[in-house]
């Protein structure tokens, strides 16, 4: 199985600040990687597929990068409404694997 | 409007089944790959099983031989048949559509589990 790594597991930042959070898999997984948001209470968001793509109705001040194994997912300049635990997950082969999650709060 | 709305999750005893279902609308079940992800209280996300297109499944080891995933055409609903629960399956389930290049974009409320005597 492929071994999904997210860091750091949380983090505090305020509004207006650059979020940046990584992900790296135990093996290649080319660009089959995506990025989904969960507030409490809530099911998963897409935010961000095969890597770098922005989902429908996504807002631009999140985007993904990276390609084989290591990934970032940046928030450019974080809202009161990303305030949220986010996960990575990969889709390169089954079963389909999640990292552990990064909790993003308020400073 | 393109959704899913899960149901079937309850309070059961270990060792007891469960079936979950999840209907959905604005899309066709049979179609898509279709998948069941599990979240236990406070910890993270957990992929449980998949059904392809072509009717091929794979499930979680934690799983196998326990749970089974299917489909119904006429009622565009996809179901988990959970059997020999323990208390560790204790979690809200959620079923997701995996749209290429295999992402889950499209997610239920989630049903939750209970497995506790």
């Known amino acids: 199985d492929i071994q999904m790594t997210q860091s750091p597991s949380s983090l505090s930042a305020s509004v207006g600040d650059r979020v940046t959070i990584t992900c790296r898999a135990s093996?290649?997984?080319?660009?089959?990687l995506s990025w989904y948001q969960q507030k409490p209470g809530k099911a998963p968001k897409l935010l961000i597929y095969a890597a770098s793509t922005l989902q429908s109705g996504v807002p631009s001040r999140f985007s993904g990068s990276g390609s084989g194994t290591d990934f970032t997912l940046t928030i450019s300049s974080l809202q009161p409404e990303d305030f949220a635990t986010y996960y990575c997950q990969q889709s390169y082969s089954t079963p389909r694997t999640f990292g552990q999650g990064t909790k993003v709060e308020i400073k | 409007e393109v959704q899913l709305v899960e149901s079937g999750g309850g309070l059961i005893q270990p060792g007891g089944s469960l079936r979950l279902s999840c209907a959905a609308s604005g899309f066709t079940v049979s179609s898509n790959y279709m998948s069941w992800v599990r979240q236990a209280p406070g910890k993270g996300l957990e992929w449980v099983s998949v059904?392809?297109?072509?009717?091929?499944?794979y499930y979680a080891d934690s799983v196998k031989g326990r749970f089974t995933i299917s489909r119904d055409r006429s009622k565009n609903t996809l179901y988990l048949q959970m059997n020999s629960l323990r208390a560790e399956d204790t979690a809200v389930y959620y079923c997701?559509?995996?749209?290429?290049?295999?992402?889950?974009?499209?997610w239920g409320q989630g049903t939750m589990v209970t497995v506790s005597s």
């Open positions: 059904i392809y297109s072509g009717g091929s499944t």
């Open positions: 093996q290649s997984i080319s660009s089959y």
């Open positions: 997701a559509r995996e749209k290429y290049p295999y992402a889950f974009d499209i």
